[in-house]
């Protein structure tokens, strides 16, 4: 997701916090070995009469949440036009947007934008659904969907700095900006080091010093929310010796795992909320797999030899890397059995929907465990209760 769109309009007053999910509508399921209303003998005359049913305690388990609602809150999804059509508002009713990803084509005005994400709201609502996440890209520089918005300084004037300051300061900024917004998630920072100044990466980098990549980028996701909004570290394991843009070709990162291993410094011990996967392939970790799709990648790398606990998210995979192995809707299903929490099929609206069909029928075939799903609605579903309140 690279290219920058312009975005008209003035400030707007600021919207109220919308990541507390949304109360259910749906019926209650009751716990295994729920107790039953049961009879017993009166001591004194010898009849029955029923005993109360028990009262619901804060011990009693959560409804369980619906299958539906489980896999479609692992997919973000794009949506046409400035305002969600019937059919789409018809999917977020249903729980089948987790997530909706802004594009230049869906914003006129921040008012617009405004009004857009209060329908999705109204839609999920009237569904008994949590609200879907809304996110942009908004790095700066030449990959910024709201033009006029912050940040004013794209990372590599950020990283020209060398100032943790400048880089909290742009993220504080851009954060509260994109909250009045209602929008979510940035998906910035770019963390990427690149390996030499003429990588495609280098214009959206802060460096190639992963230390100063690392402090840099950790303050203006740090900045990002205390503004409100979460940040995203991109693209583990990291693009800097990629030798093209993944959302145009398919790509094999030859490096060794001695250079691979300056690219995970920006991601150790991170505070950001998400991390976005790439969709290029590392012989060094997983041969012939892209990382997206990679277990070793994703759990054994980011997970367990990182011990990375937020959200984790894919590129887009309505791209020619991912179309090389197999399809958006697909590779959605792998890149979910593999270890990620949400999948992005952003390149069209039907896209997303034919992703969804195809992995609720993994879920319903067991292929993507209940258990595997509900580990990822957990950490959801945190993201969403940790978001400050600017």
């Known amino acids: 997701m690279l290219v920058a769109v312009l975005a008209a309009g003035g400030d707007e007053p600021r919207r109220a916090a919308r990541l507390a999910p949304a109360a259910s509508a749906q019926a209650p399921v009751p716990g295994p070995g729920a107790a039953q209303a049961t009879t017993t003998a009166a001591s004194t005359t010898g009849t029955t009469t029923p005993e109360p049913a028990p009262t619901s305690t804060a011990a009693d388990p959560p409804p369980a949440v619906p299958l539906r609602q489980l896999v479609g809150e692992r997919l973000f999804v794009r949506m046409n036009g400035t305002s969600p059509s019937r059919a789409f508002r018809a999917r977020v009713r249903r729980g089948e947007v987790g997530g909706v990803v802004l594009f230049g084509p869906n914003i006129s005005t921040r008012a617009q934008v405004r009004r857009l994400v209060a329908r999705l709201d109204a839609a999920a609502r009237a569904g008994g659904m949590p609200a879907p996440l809304v996110a942009i890209d908004q790095e700066g520089g030449i990959v910024k969907r709201l033009q006029t918005a912050p940040p004013r300084r794209s990372a590599p ?6 100032s943790t300051r400048v880089a909290r300061r742009e993220g504080l900024a851009t954060g509260r900006s994109l909250r009045a917004l209602g929008i979510d998630v940035d998906y910035a920072p ?13 214009p959206r980098a802060f460096g190639r010093d992963p230390r100063r990549v690392a402090r840099l980028g950790g303050a203006f996701a740090d900045g990002l929310q205390r503004g409100g909004v979460a940040g995203t570290l991109k693209h583990f394991p990291g693009l800097g010796s990629a030798p093209a843009n993944t959302d145009f070709a398919s790509a094999i990162v030859s490096a060794p795992r001695s250079r691979l291993r300056r690219e995970l410094i920006p991601y150790r011990a ?42 984790v998210v894919t590129d ?13 809707a697909e590779g959605a299903v792998r890149a979910i059995e593999a270890g990620a929490d949400m999948a992005l099929v952003v390149g069209t609206e ?17 292929r993507l465990t209940r258990e595997r799903l509900e580990a990822s609605h957990a950490r959801v579903e945190s993201l969403r209760s940790s978001a400050p309140t600017p």
Do not use: Q, W
């Open 190 to 202: 770019v963390v990427d080091v690149p390996a030499s100044s003429s990588s495609f990466i280098a």
């Open 270 to 311: 991170t505070g950001a909320r998400l991390v976005m996967l790439a969709t290029a392939v590392y012989p060094a970790y997983d041969r012939g797999v892209p990382a997206a799709f990679s277990r070793r990648v994703v759990t054994g790398l980011l997970r367990e030899g990182l011990d990375y606990k937020g959200v």
């Open 316 to 328: 887009d995979l309505e791209t020619p890397a991912v179309r090389a192995y197999t399809s958006p």
């Open 157 to 162: 004037r950020i990283g020209a700095t060398n």
């Open 350 to 366: 039907a896209g997303g929907a034919t992703a969804f069909d195809h992995m609720l029928a993994a879920a319903k075939s067991d």
